[in-house]
């Protein structure tokens, strides 16, 4: 018997306006251009997809479970810009069949800079779980996967946490299968779920690309790759960002009818013994094979699975460096106008769009992407910064 574990992220960012070093407005983000992308994405990705769960989910009687972990950015664009999506992740949550896990507020990079900063988006994450959905998460996940063994031992000293979930990482896995349950080291038994990144990369980047040996890339096909781990641990962990269906992968792609298909071909390679679990569930029905022993961080993103993404040039490490150093002078004024405006710059999209790498599959860092270039990105971003400064110090 297999299980299968889908996962999917859900977040878009504020996005910064242009802003001149002469600028001396507090209004930082694009407004215009955050809605015109989020009723965009909402209508390729949100809207039809999220029905079509509900769909599955009803017509499979629960037996088709999912897991999202909703950044708090996306969810307060829902609010102005999509309500509707609002009351179908209502829905979703009424269902029992979907689970919604924590993570920070923000999609930051707090963990590698504050952990006050990281427990405070925590918190604040959890508050609109409760809030929004009514259920209090139990497995986290950190901003793109970004993990290591400080990360679980920290998330294990804050209790009421079953597991984490992280990248299914070649070189620390070594001979080992992404398909099994495993403890980090030292985190009072914290489960780990890490993604099988070959099977939901198929997914997530390779389905529409007709130059693929295994193009097309049908439900019955992909099934029967889930079924083979029977004999390759418990669990198949696909884990991707939800724009995968209808915006990375357009519909005219095939990719929702795979989608809808996908539930019963599962169900059908195994001889009605396989299954869909959510990651808590999961946790509770797999023991760990061993330690996942992961010393430095690792990631999810881009082919290296490390943190070249968002600290991999001087740009980026000086922008970060700068923004949390503000972090105290922020918060001594007490201003929630000023706090907010500053978590908001500790999303992490300001400094991926700074990331001036090339590697195999850079195609995503221009997505969304407002800037022509990493440099405009920085620029923009340390002019929006120096105006934050100068609120700081002025009290407004």
């Known amino acids: 018997m297999a299980s299968v574990c889908f996962y999917f992220q859900v977040h878009q960012p504020f996005r910064l306006r242009r802003y001149s070093v002469f600028d001396s407005e507090s209004n930082y983000f694009d407004d215009a251009r955050n809605r015109q992308i989020l009723e965009k994405v909402a209508g390729k990705c949100y809207l039809p997809a999220t029905e079509l769960l509900l769909k599955l989910i009803r017509e499979h009687e629960g037996r088709f479970r999912v897991a999202f972990s909703l950044t708090g950015t996306v969810v307060e664009q829902f609010k102005l810009w999509c309500p509707r999506m609002i009351d179908l992740l209502g829905e979703l949550a009424q269902t029992g069949s979907v689970e919604f896990l924590s993570e920070t507020y923000h999609h930051s990079l ?8 990281f427990r405070e988006q925590i918190d ?3 508050a609109l779980m409760h809030d929004l959905l009514g259920v209090s998460p139990t497995v986290f996940r ?44 030292d985190a009072n038994g914290i489960k780990l779920l890490l993604k099988n990144y070959r099977l939901s990369d198929d997914i997530a980047f390779r389905f529409s690309n007709k130059g693929w040996e295994d193009w ?14 029977n004999d390759d641990g418990h669990v198949c962990n696909l884990f991707m960002d939800y724009e995968t269906f209808g915006e990375h992968q357009w519909a005219d792609t095939g990719i929702f009818d ?4 996908l539930p019963q071909a599962v169900f059908d390679a195994g001889d009605g013994q396989n ?31 490390d943190l070249s993404a968002w600290l991999g040039n001087a740009m980026q490490s000086n922008a970060l460096h700068e923004l949390y150093k503000l972090e105290k002078p922020v918060k001594e004024t007490g201003d929630d106008t000023l706090i907010n405006d500053w978590r908001m710059l500790t999303t992490s999209d300001h400094f991926y769009y700074m990331c001036t790498k090339y590697f195999a599959d850079g195609d995503v860092h221009k997505y969304f992407n407002p800037y022509e270039s990493p440099y ?21």
């Open 110 to 117: 707090a963990f590698l800079y504050s952990r006050d900063e």
């Open 376 to 396: 405009d990105s920085y620029i923009n971003f340390m002019n929006v910064l120096d105006n934050l400064r100068t609120r700081i110090e002025t009290g407004g």
């Open 216 to 229: 097309p890339l049908t439900a019955e096909k992909f099934a029967g790759w889930i079924n083979q781990i």
């Open 275 to 305: 299954e869909f679990k959510t990651p808590s569930e999961c946790l509770a029905a797999f023991d760990s094979l061993g330690e996942y022993d992961v010393p430095h961080m690792i990631s999810w993103a881009d082919t290296e699975r």
């Open 124 to 126: 604040r994450h959890r």
């Open 258 to 261: 795979f989608l809808g298909s």
């Open 142 to 185: 950190n901003t793109e996967l970004i993990y290591n063994n400080e990360l679980a031992q920290y998330v294990a000293s804050l209790g009421g946490y079953a597991g984490v979930i992280a990248e299914g990482a070649d070189h620390v896995l070594g001979q080992r299968s992404p398909n099994s349950l495993y403890t980090a080291p």
